[in-house]
């Protein structure tokens, strides 16, 4: 290897075409390593380098007490044990997080320095590819220490996949697409606040809004499409099965993305003004199940819709079904394996079996930027409530118990 030649770079340029924002970077960086949190059995090896360390801490003290290896090759002290392992100073800028494992690997490069704008970079993304070989061994070749069997332990020869690892870049354009849009929202606000032509500023952002959310729909549908198409093949083909499971659970993983990023663009559709309409509550209910099927089999939970009314309601149908859809998505992160829905006039009925919703937490559920989640923001079911009630509806927590948790529309 050429010492002065950072041959990282190589690959950044060839499997990117465009600059990603840095929020967008940082959420695939934790994408990468999701597997190894969610499974800590699983051994790996991880080759890391990075500068800012301090918002990642968190995802890394998980692994600390896994199977997995981490070998540092940045001056960042991660702890103690981890010193730095580049031998020769030819990385300069450039980031990495390359992830080895016997059936999982994984490679994110990405290098601000190298993008005109600011805390923007190209990334290269891949997922099961023989190429995150190529790299493994690219970085080995400038590390103080031997690691050249880890490579040839854990990450296999695989045949590259160009389909998959295109379909990955594209949900990564589309969550940068996200990431624009938001910042863009509050770049909007904060000019709403000094315009003296509000209303036609406003106007545009809901606009905008309508036509980001029709396009990327036309994009999911797509790569829906297409990971259908690929899966049908796949469970044709024989040989290699261990690598064939691989990849239909990564097309798997790729349409539960997918299915994730069509309710997040529920929410952007719910910014629309109120347009109200003759709707048949029954009709809704059942296209708004259709919508929710593909997390619910995904997830395992068995959906129950009892007899329905034929009523006719006046108000917002988008509105309506993300209050809907919402409450379902949660009843399925709260680990319910059945949900029901049933109507009576112009009231719709939602019960799960999942788990209570902590007594002194109920009060709260509808509160702006309250949450128990994790990674939630708190916005769901306040913005659903709002939504609902700009059209004379309501969203309201009947109960919740050891044995069921129900909710209740107003249409």
Not at 16 to 24: F, G
Not at 166 to 175: E, R
Not at 364 to 390: D, M, P, V, W, Y
Request: hydrophobic share 35%; proline share 2%; net charge neutral.
């Amino acid at each position: 290897m050429n010492n002065k030649y950072n041959n990282l770079l190589t690959y950044l340029y060839e499997y990117s075409d465009k600059p990603h924002r840095k929020e967008t970077v940082n959420d695939l960086f934790c994408a990468v390593l999701e597997p190894l949190v969610q499974n800590q059995k699983v051994e790996a090896v991880i080759l890391l380098r990075i500068f800012d360390f301090e918002d990642k801490a968190s995802y890394f003290k998980r692994l600390f007490f896994s199977k997995v290896q981490i070998y540092n090759f940045s001056n960042i002290p991660i702890t103690k044990e981890h010193k730095n392992l580049e031998k020769n100073n030819i990385w300069n800028n450039t980031e990495f997080i390359v992830v080895l494992g016997g059936r999982y690997s994984a490679a994110l490069i990405w290098d601000y320095s190298q993008s005109e704008i600011k805390d923007s970079s190209r990334v290269c993304l891949l997922y099961n590819s023989r190429i995150i070989l190529d790299i493994a061994k690219s970085i080995a070749e400038n590390s103080k220490e031997d690691i050249q069997e880890y490579i040839k332990k854990y990450v296999p020869d695989r045949r590259e996949n160009s389909a998959l690892n295109k379909s990955i870049q594209s949900i990564a354009s589309m969550l940068n697409a996200k990431n624009e849009e938001y910042i863009f929202n509050n770049k909007e606000k904060i000019s709403l606040e000094n315009d003296e032509d509000t209303i036609k500023t406003a106007q545009t952002v809901k606009d905008k809004a309508k036509f980001i959310s029709h396009e990327i729909k036309n994009h999911l549908s797509i790569i829906n499409l297409y990971s259908a198409i690929a899966n049908k093949r796949f469970a044709k083909i024989k040989g290699d099965e261990e690598n064939i499971k691989s990849i239909q659970n990564a097309l798997k993983n790729i349409t539960s993305a997918s299915e994730n990023i069509s309710y997040l663009i529920n929410d952007l559709r719910c910014m629309s003004e109120p347009f109200k309409s003759e709707i048949n509550i029954k009709n809704l209910i059942e296209e708004t199940v259709e919508l929710c099927k593909l997390k619910t089999e995904n997830s395992g939970v068995e959906l129950i819709i009892n007899e329905l009314n034929n009523t006719i309601a006046t108000t917002d149908k988008v509105k309506v079904q993300c209050a809907i859809t919402n409450i379902i998505f949660n009843a399925i992160d709260a680990h319910a394996k059945k949900i029901e829905i049933n109507t009576k006039d112009k009231k719709i009925y939602i019960k799960n079996n999942g788990e209570e919703i902590p007594k002194n937490v109920q009060p709260r559920i509808f509160e702006e930027n309250f949450t128990t989640k994790e990674k939630g923001n708190g916005l769901g079911l306040s913005f659903c409530k709002a939504q609902l009630k700009s059209v004379n509806g309501d969203i309201n927590l009947i109960s919740s118990n050891k044995n069921e948790t129900v909710f209740v529309i107003n249409i």
